[in-house]
Each structure stands twice: as C-alpha cells, then as structure tokens.
C-alpha cells in the first residue's frame, strides 16, 4: 500500500483544515488507518484511528471533540477533519495503514510522506 497525505498548510488558531490520505491498491478497505503527527523537537504520537468499516475510532486526548477521522473505502481515501486548531497542534502529519488497530506507530506497517500543519497564535 503506498499512502499519498495531503491538506496541510498554515492556519490561525481557532481555524479549521482537512487533512487526505490516500491509497494505492486493491485492499484499502482491509486496513486499519491511522493519523500520527511529529513536532519539532517531539516525539511521533498518535492522533486518531478508524477500523476498516469506519464504526470503531480512536482519539488522542488532546484532539478529542476536535479532530475527526472518516474514510471513504470506494475512493481509498481516510480523511482528518481539524477543527479549533491549537499552536500546539504545530507538526508534521502523517498518515498509516495496518493490519491491527492501535495507538503505537510499530502497528502499522505502511506510512505516508507527511503533510506539514502550522497554526499560528
């Protein structure tokens, strides 16, 4: 699975944007598919995660009420809708597929290029 992340760019604090990942090959909808992000200085952590079927998601702490991920099997796209973003929500984001869900970047074996989110203050 080859994973193509888009949609970032600069945004003022209280801004919205809507992040795309999307995959090459047959069998997309048989993945579990993640969002991580990396800031500067920071470690990789995780931000959301959505099942095959799109019923059962998982959020960060930080980004719930905020950020929600869907995906749209037909288009072999996973979506991250961010909304009231934080300076802190300042990264590089990355999106990821694998065959077992989790919140651990070791669960996923197939990784994306990384679409920079800046919000300034």
């Known amino acids: 699975v080859q994973l193509q992340a888009s949609g970032g760019g600069l945004v003022q604090a209280g801004g919205s944007l809507r992040l795309s990942c999307a995959a090459s090959g047959r069998t997309f909808r048989d993945y579990t598919m993640g969002w991580f992000r990396q800031a500067p200085g920071k470690e990789r952590e995780f931000v959301a995660a959505?099942?095959?079927?799109?019923?059962?998601?998982d959020y960060a702490d930080s980004v719930k009420g905020r950020f929600t991920i869907s995906r749209d099997n037909a288009k072999n796209t996973v979506y991250l809708q961010m909304n009231s973003l934080k300076p802190e929500d300042t990264a590089v984001y990355y999106c990821?597929?694998?065959?077992?869900?989790?919140?651990?970047?070791?669960?996923?074996?197939?990784w994306g290029q990384g679409t920079q989110v800046t919000v300034s203050s």
């Open positions: 990821a597929a694998g065959n077992r869900s989790g919140t651990r970047g070791f669960q996923y074996d197939y």
């Open positions: 959505i099942n095959w079927s799109g019923r059962s998601t």
